[in-house]
């Protein structure tokens, strides 16, 4: 085989085919431009479905047959359970059974729960996977065990894959904490409710056959139904779907380290010196401890100023519905609930609205609203000097991570890394990062507990900083001290086999992985 | 021009084309099969909107020639102010300032009000209208004076038209009572607060471009987000969109009249003898005074019984609000609301519930929840002796009534048409209506003042009520009655020239209205 590469835009060797498709090198932020038109489903007609809107088959098998699962066909899941997902195990149990092979696995991102699904991998019944591999479906594949080359997508990149039709989903099945026999879901009602459905939209909207299951069925008509009925094919009522307190993501305590908090207190205070957080204004903060305590920071400032938040996105977890509660936010428009405040909240609370990657994130829409944000706190496996950043790979070269909403949240008007200098003494800030999933300009500032670095290109933040009392640095510094205390950091090693491909939120190819090296 | 005509699967003579398209006659009931795929719109890219989600321009003219109004172009509206709309009279005289001519006027409904567009239909700027016309337009096209054949769809095929690619929007302009600069918008807050905005979901979907115009703009984000913005091009702030106390559709009191009173009393003790009027049944009955009173009729016998509906669809008026309000029926699946008590009623209470014609009504789904109704109340203005019924001409031959949902509630289990035997002594029920719109098979029971006629392929229905003491009567009684009171009717006479083509709910052709003979 000779594969040629192309260099992309960040420089990033790019082979022109990956699981036998074409792809599109990287071409820099808002270059590519699409032609062509979205997806167009085959249309049904109601003469096909029963009149009476009973669409419940006895279990998960027969929808499988009913669907017409064949060898090669791509079967979506979505990861609003994460590590407490049910189902995706479950399918591929069924079709290992059925003797099925060569499957594409398109979740909307796999977790730890889902390692017994290395079996069909390795037995032939699943070909690759196409989504974020969380823990050890990364790992496998670091190894180079995966038959095909994985592809991950940011939650926005997902739904314009769909959308356009790079991907095309022959059946996607749907676990909703709540259904009717008509198809209608929603996931805020239901011993299993684990907040929305948004990750499932495409699926409903563009796969050929849709599958809802659910262990809570209820009579028509199932409200809100966050999943239309009138995209399901068929319903299928089981135990359990999921296990709600699972969905916790990273901690739900703020940090106790002193220097997390540092960081956290010092991008609160950045965030006010250079004027962000003002009445009107809006925040995106992640799980995680930091993320946290720089949510309960930018609270208290907003209360020593008396403002409010328009709006904040979640993720969301006891601490953004807290603050909605006591009125410092007045939205909270949520991708995922984190834990079990976030889903009552949502269930509850009309101004906590459930979004989806469609309307968050999807770039091959006319705008979505991650451009909108004032404040967006990310977080980096991964910087290097030119701010490009990694969230996939650790520094040994294992895929460990999925993109999540990352990409698309990069698009914010102040995109801030609060990050530790280095992590079990190996720097974050480096002259190269492992994999590129992110491009320097979009990200504005990073914060470690040593010092701020502003992106050279934001010369209005640093103009407004040249004054402060923060040390503000520059990124070379950062990375300069970080290598004093630690050493340089070795490069990690890799085979030549590419394990997986990286895609920018427009469908190019922005890196890609390879197999490590062991 | 030799057009050839094809003898539909109700005995009408249907054009192989209209509007220089090629038509498909209607076949029966589920005998249509659509193949191929639904309508892809062109991909966009974030890359060409404005990053910070800022949509406005100055003015609808601005709008309308960025959106690149030209001759021909496919413009559409929705009519959720149905009486009361201040938009599309606006677009065209627009239209007309720019010189275009031959446009397609797309509305989910014309009204009364819209009468002035006569102009722009005589001066070339509209060729012609593609949807219900109420009163004046459809008189001025029973008259021969429109340049193209009208096309008349119920809700559901509107939807379908559009999702199907059998009508391409060019360019929808959706009148919002409020909406933020990134396009999200609603019906349900503001001072022209409409309830909501689903006629415009396929328009919004589909469209080339979309411009939303408001006259209560709020800052990011608009909740809720009926239309998302995520579809919308361009955001128009304006003086006044529309009249919400214009949205009144037919009468807001039930009826006094004697007749129609006994009309509504035996349509419900019907219900109840046959049986339906059950726990957790649902029903739908519409605006209009005999409707309202059986509604109410209904109240009292789930009063008496201790029992409730799982739900009732709308469009909603104070009276059906009522018994959401004090627990007679779970939830509204609401269409349109034809008072502010629906508004408020929708605004305030999540058991009221937004729906749109893509899950109430599109035939080309899978599945649509008109099937799930145990009742449907529906009026008509002609019904003949096979139960075929007519809801869009009078017995005159002037097409003066729109579809509206009524072909899509054919599909409803049990579907009752209470109306007087005649109208200002010309009989209802003939040998053959004017027009036919939907087919009598679908057509369950008649209810006049004089007797009860059950389509006799409803033979439960016969069976149950063989010993009951309601004037259960055969259509041909009903009708015999009828001619010994007002003689027999004449049949309208008309032209040569079809004025509209009937569209039946999978797109083909059930009917076309012909010009008046005058």
Known sequence: MSVKFIENAVGRMIPEEINGKPVIPFMGVGKYKPEGRKFAPEISTCADYPLDGNKLVPNLKEALIKAGIKDGMTISTHHHFRNGDLIAVEIFKIAQELGIKDLVWYPSASFPCQKP???????????????????????????????????????GGRYQAVQDGDVQI?????????????????????????????????????????????DNLVDFPCIPWQIHGNYVDYVVQMGQVGIPEKIISGTTQITK???????????????????????????????????LSIGVFFGEIMRRKG?????????????????????????????????????????????????????????????????????????ATEVDV?????????????????????????????????????????????????????????IDIIVTERGIAINPLRKDLLDK??????????IHELKEEAERICGKPKAAEFEEKIIAAIKWVDGTVIDVVKQVKI
Chains 1, 2 share one sequence.
């Not at 009602?189 to 056959?209: I, M, T, V």
């Not at 996105?313 to 601490?319: D, E, H, L, T, V």
């Not at 991708?335 to 509850?348: H, Y």
Request: with cysteine.
């Open 117 to 155: 699904i290395i079996e069909q991998l390795e037995n032939g019944t699943i070909h690759h996977i196409e989504g974020s591999m969380n823990g050890p479906l990364g790992r496998f594949a670091s190894l180079g065990k995966m038959k095909g080359v994985g592809v991950l997508r940011s939650h």
């Open 170 to 214: 022959d059946i996607a099945v749907i676990a909703a904490p709540t259904a009717d026999s008509f198809g209608n879901a929603n996931g805020v009602e239901g011993p299993s409710a684990c907040g929305l459905l948004g990750f499932a939209l495409a699926d409903s909207q563009y796969a050929d056959k849709v599958i809802v299951v659910t």
């Open 257 to 291: 380290s002193p220097d997390r908090l540092l960081i956290a207190e010092m991008t609160a205070k950045f965030c006010e010196e250079v004027g962000l957080i003002k009445d009107g204004f809006s925040f995106q903060a992640g799980a995680g401890g930091t993320a």
């Open 307 to 379: 403002i409010k938040a328009r709006f904040a996105r979640g993720g969301s977890n006891k601490y953004l519905v807290d603050m909605l509660e006591k009125g410092l936010v007045e939205y909270i428009l949520d991708g995922q609930t984190f834990d079990l405040d976030g889903v009552r909240s949502m269930r509850d609370n009309p101004h906590h609205v459930n979004t989806s990657p469609f309307t968050s994130y999807n770039y091959h829409g006319k705008g979505n609203f991650a451009g909108l944000l004032d404040i967006v706190i990310l977080g």
């Open 386 to 442: 030119n701010f490009n950043a990694n969230v996939v790979t650790h520094s040994d070269g294992y895929l460990l991570h999925g993109i999540g909403g990352w990409q698309n949240c990069l698009f914010g008007k102040n995109v801030i890394l609060p990050i530790p200098l280095f992590r079990d003494r190996i720097p974050v800030i480096r002259d190269e990062v492992t994999t590129i999933c992110g491009p320097g300009e979009l």
């Open 465 to 474: 900083m040249k004054n402060s009392k923060l040390p503000i640095k520059t």
